[in-house]
DNA sequence: CGTATTCAATACAGCAACGTATCTAACGCC
DNA sequence: GGCGTTAGATACGTTGCTGTATTGAATACG
């Protein structure tokens, strides 16, 4: 599937892909218990390794979760170029706006845990600031144009900033998937919250292109 | 100032004062930390007491959590009943539900922290889904009158379900407060993200009075 | 084919925080 | 004003987790 592959089964010793492993184990550890309460001792287990490996990789928890940070944005980043052609035009606005964010969500799809505890690290965390600020702007940076390109087809221009506009629609998605997750509801629903209130919100905020 | 008052600078000795120094306490400290990363040692030293304290009043950390949670539900409610009548009307409709939501906001005013720490114990822990929901739903059920009056003053009518509408423009004030705490910035300043964005949001959910 | 090096496992020491058990002092009551 | 009760402080045991130091295996290289 990627090119650290399996031989047989058993992952082929390298540094990288232990590394990788190890990152993708903290992704899902850190957003399920929270940076705090997990322990690098789950985040191995998850991983197939012992603590051995991971301090072999890493220096301590906070060092995994810079390099957890860097891995993200970079890994968004690039998901966000490769979809770039893919540009649908046969379906509606608010299904082509609803279809990318959820597909291109930064931190990985669906990962609402990680995503909101990076951001309250961030919060807590001044360190974490800049790098998580950097990030996110970087994503809307690289997304502004799927929204403006898609509601420009639709005959539509935005009355506020585009990066108000990104981030209220984040924002919308983000709230949405918190509280069908906390209501055990499938975050992905069609009749979500993102999706009954996107085109108000859309419709809010733009105006027919000759105004 | 309160009815528990001190005597003397030193707080008379009475279980509920000290169970309300002790909520007072951690909801700062959930708030700051997380209540992962929280000690009791912490939430006890802030509040002027010792463990001992602490563990006369609370089994766990958890029960600690759990009536907090219940005691910012009831302090909210308290809040909004108190504020009913003051119903200005000289100002604009903005500034009307902005006002109320910085105010009336639950869980505190202007704690983001312990708004969004509670949020994520919600989404990870399952038993908190209920109460959590329970005192967000009583919340927004109270604010829905004072929003419907605003837009009614303004001629205005909703075009979604009033509770999609708060929903969403509580989660606006939270992606603005978090965004502006993570920047560095006054959560407050008169020139952020929810100001900015609140006119479209509303103008987007609604109409005018006869459509 | 053997040696050196790298990577991960194991074993260990230390700490921090929880929760308990005991003690002391203040308040209520008769 | 002594006596029982209640609240909070002190002291302690226990656990779980971190980070280090050491050992063992696998790979690369000569």
């Known amino acids: 599937m990627d090119g650290t592959a399996r031989d047989g089964g058993r992952m082929k010793r390298s540094r990288p892909a232990t590394r990788e492993r190890l990152l993708d184990a903290a992704s899902e550890v850190f957003g399920e218990r929270g940076f705090a309460a997990a322990t690098v001792e789950e985040v191995c287990e998850r991983a197939g390794f012992t603590r051995g490996a991971f301090y072999s990789n890493f220096a301590t928890k906070e060092e995994l979760l810079l390099a957890l940070l860097d891995r993200e944005e970079a890994q968004v980043l690039e998901r966000l170029s490769a979809a770039v052609d893919t540009a649908t035009r046969d379906s509606s606005l608010v299904s082509v706006v609803t279809g990318r964010l959820f597909d291109l969500q930064p931190f990985g799809s669906g990962n609402y845990g990680l995503r909101a505890e990076l951001s309250l690290l961030a919060v807590r965390n001044p360190e974490l600031a800049a790098p998580y600020l950097a990030a996110r702007r970087a994503f809307r940076a690289r997304f502004q144009p799927f929204l403006e390109r898609a509601l420009a087809s639709a005959g539509l221009r935005l009355t506020v900033s585009a990066d108000d506009a ?11 998937a918190r509280d069908a997750l906390i209501a055990g509801a499938d975050p992905n629903a069609g009749d979500n919250l993102a999706r009954r209130m996107l085109p108000a919100l859309l419709a809010g905020m733009t105006t027919r292109h000759g105004d």
């Open 166 to 176: 990104l981030v209220t629609i984040e924002a919308l998605f983000d709230v949405s």
